[in-house]
C-alpha cells in the first residue's frame, strides 16, 4: 500500500515517522508529551464535528496536524473536509494542516468536499482552494528569494 504523500514530496510514512519520534521526546511546551491517542483524539474530532475539542487539542503546538490514519489514509483535514465541517476545516488550516496532502488515489481534502454537491462542502471547497493558493505562493516566494519553500524546510527537517 503506498503511503499518502504531501504534493512537495514528502511521503505520509515520513510523517507517521516523525510522529513517532516525536512522541518520546518528552513534554511539550504544555508539558503535555504528544502520544497516539493524541492523535486518534485529532483523527476524531475532525471526523465528529466537534470543534471545541478540536480546538483544545490544536491548542498543543507539538501535535502533528497531518499524520495519516492508517485505515482510512486520510488526514483529520481531509476527514472534516469529506463530512463538510468548515469550522473544523478552519481551525486545522488556521493551526497549519497542509491543503496539499494527497491519499493513495491522489486525492487531497479539496478534492473529498468538491464529491459533495452541498452548500457546506462548497463552503470548505473554497476554503481548501484559498489555504493551498497560500501554501503555494508561499513556496514560490522561498524560490524567488533564494531560499527553500515551506516544503523543503520541512523535509529538512526531518
Not at 74 to 101: F, K
Amino acid at each position: 500500500m503506498r503511503a499518502a504523500s504531501h504534493s512537495a514530496g514528502t511521503t505520509a510514512g515520513e510523517v507517521v515517522g516523525w510522529l513517532g519520534t516525536r512522541a518520546t521526546d518528552g513534554p511539550t511546551p504544555m508539558n503535555h508529551p504528544v502520544t497516539a491517542a493524541d492523535v486518534r483524539a485529532l483523527h476524531d474530532a475532525a471526523h465528529h464535528p466537534n470543534t471545541a475539542r478540536l480546538a483544545a487539542l490544536l491548542a498543543n503546538p507539538d501535535l502533528p496536524r497531518d499524520t495519516v490514519r492508517p485505515i482510512y489514509n486520510t488526514t483529520p483535514l481531509m476527514e472534516a473536509a469529506r463530512i463538510g465541517h468548515l469550522s473544523a476545516v478552519s481551525l486545522l488550516l488556521a493551526s497549519g494542516a497542509d491543503p496539499r496532502i494527497t491519499n493513495v488515489n491522489g486525492t487531497d481534502a479539496q478534492t473529498m468536499a468538491a464529491q459533495f454537491p452541498t452548500t457546506k462542502h462548497l463552503a470548505c471547497v473554497e476554503a481548501l482552494h484559498d489555504a493551498r493558493r497560500a501554501w503555494d505562493k508561499r513556496e514560490l516566494q522561498g524560490v524567488v528569494r533564494g531560499g527553500v519553500g515551506h516544503g523543503e524546510a520541512a523535509r529538512r527537517v526531518m
